[in-house]
């Protein structure tokens, strides 16, 4: 083995040429990494409150008036602070900037859906002695994970007067969880020789509520009945009362501290309200912007952004002509055009981690890792980039040269193999109406799971790294 060491204009051409991505603790200072600690645990804290679409967009919108924003319709023009809430699913926020926003804006896009289990439109029955809720799969799931595991029942409802029932059922330590319990082993062989995408079908994706029978022994459905009495004496609804509801079956389990060194956070709708979390407590720290900021907040995404309020819904289109309009400006056609054409955006979602014990699956050369910072992805997509959006090089150099010289650490991010899957975000959307975007969020494992898993470095680094971004 040779004990020859390097020439000094070796070392010189390596520092010159070569990529240097080290690791995000290894260059924070002390007092900083005292900060992640405390963001860390206003992050969960925001993640155990916001356990559906509904209750994120209803945090963030206070976060944000607590930091002087205003709603959009009864604001004046003095008011550089903006928000707007869109069936209760769908949120904007804006700071005015300094600069016209037909020379261009910020802007900043999340999303607060994350995969779920909805209630069906009926779904109570009562079979063998336990009352049972139907459930349809919302997004991405394996449906395996869901069996076998506390949950929490979240949502609104309307009762046949029209009076609003918010529902929320299993989160404080003193509920009751609900369950959707697996087959024993003893009685699995069938179940066992089934693919992994077949064995729980989704017609067995269903929920226990109860065993207790109605004191009527004469009746029939006695512990169904028994469960509408209960619903009806808590939240005044029938069954009829379920038709065009929102309810949710999500993990019950809070977010936490994981990991020995409690580097990371364990918990539920990390994809993506990590990106909402962090762009939004970056953006009201935001005070007058030479461009106008502006974060989107959006619903749908996990479904394929269907819906009006999602990111192919005509919905952040409004949002910008009415701010021109309070700005100033005539809210055209050929105006909206020049916001988008002359805007930079960053689509905020969350990355694959290189899991090890799934190394196969990944493009170590190209994918994120745990701790390397907040990723940056050029394309997504999968295939032939199929279906995804792809920053041009140009973009790309800026925002590269914009976090190296705010001294954001990144990394390079993709979704696995080429040909192993793939994915989309809604960076497609914003690029269709003609403006710059690029992806980027922090990497993350087991996406998609009851119980995703995230550094908290990472998480701090994105939220500066969006925090520099709008205050370029």
Not at 65 to 81: C, E, K, P, Y
Not at 235 to 253: H, K, Q, W
Not at 351 to 372: L, M, Q
Request: proline fraction near 5%.
């Amino acid at each position: 083995m040779s004990d020859k060491k390097e020439s000094e204009k070796t070392k010189e051409l390596k520092n010159k040429l070569l990529m240097d991505k080290p690791r995000v603790w290894d260059r924070l200072p002390a007092p900083e990494k005292a900060d992640i600690s405390h963001y860390a645990q206003l992050y969960m804290d925001f993640l155990n409150n916001s356990k559906t679409e509904r209750k994120a967009v209803e945090n963030l919108r206070n976060l944000a008036s607590n930091s002087g924003s205003q709603d959009i319709v009864s604001t004046d023009r003095t008011s550089s602070r903006i928000f707007q809430v869109l069936r209760g699913k769908l949120l904007f926020l804006a700071v005015l900037g300094q600069q016209p926003m037909t020379e261009g804006i910020r802007l900043v896009t999340s999303h607060v859906d994350s995969p779920r289990l909805d209630i069906k439109p009926n779904p109570l029955y009562e079979e063998a002695g336990l009352a049972m809720l139907k459930t349809h799969y919302y997004g991405g799931v394996k449906k395996f994970q869901w069996v076998a595991r506390s949950l929490a029942m979240v949502g609104k409802m309307f009762t046949r007067d029209g009076n609003v029932v918010d529902v929320e059922i299993g989160l404080k330590p003193e509920d009751p969880v609900l369950t959707i319990p697996d087959l024993l082993p003893h009685l699995s062989r069938k179940q066992m020789e089934q693919k992994a995408s077949e064995f729980i079908p989704a017609e067995n994706l269903n929920v226990v509520i109860g065993s207790l029978p109605y004191e009527d022994e004469d009746t029939t459905d006695r512990v169904k009945l028994a469960i509408l009495e209960l619903l009806y004496n808590k939240y005044g609804i029938t069954e009829e009362d379920f038709i065009g509801a929102e309810i949710e079956m999500v993990p019950a389990e809070p977010a936490r501290d994981a990991g020995l060194d409690r580097s990371l956070v364990a918990g539920y709708g990390q994809d993506d309200r990590v990106c909402a979390f962090t762009s939004a407590t970056a953006l009201v720290k935001i005070s007058e912007p030479i461009h106008t900021c502006v974060a989107v907040f959006y619903d749908k995404e996990e479904i394929g952004s269907e819906g009006n309020t999602s990111a192919k819904s005509v919905a952040l289109d409004q949002f910008l002509m009415e701010l021109m309009q309070k700005t100033g400006i005539n809210p055209s056609a050929k105006n909206l055009r020049k916001v988008f054409t002359a805007g930079k955006g960053l689509s905020g979602d969350v990355t694959a981690a290189v899991d090890p014990t799934y190394g196969d699956a990944y493009e170590k050369r190209n994918n994120s890792k745990i701790g390397f910072g907040i990723g940056i992805t050029k394309y997504t997509g999968s295939g032939g980039k199929y279906m995804g959006s792809d920053a041009n090089a140009e973009y790309a150099s800026w925002v590269r040269r914009l976090f190296n010289d705010q001294k954001i650490m990144w990394q390079p991010a993709g979704l696995g193999k080429v040909d192993e899957g793939g994915g989309g975000t809604v960076a497609k959307y914003l690029a269709n109406a003609g403006m710059d975007i690029i992806d980027c969020g922090p990497p993350i494992l087991g996406m998609h799971s009851p119980l995703e898993v995230c550094a908290k470095d990472d998480i701090w680094m994105t939220h500066k790294a969006f925090k520099a971004f709008f205050e370029s």
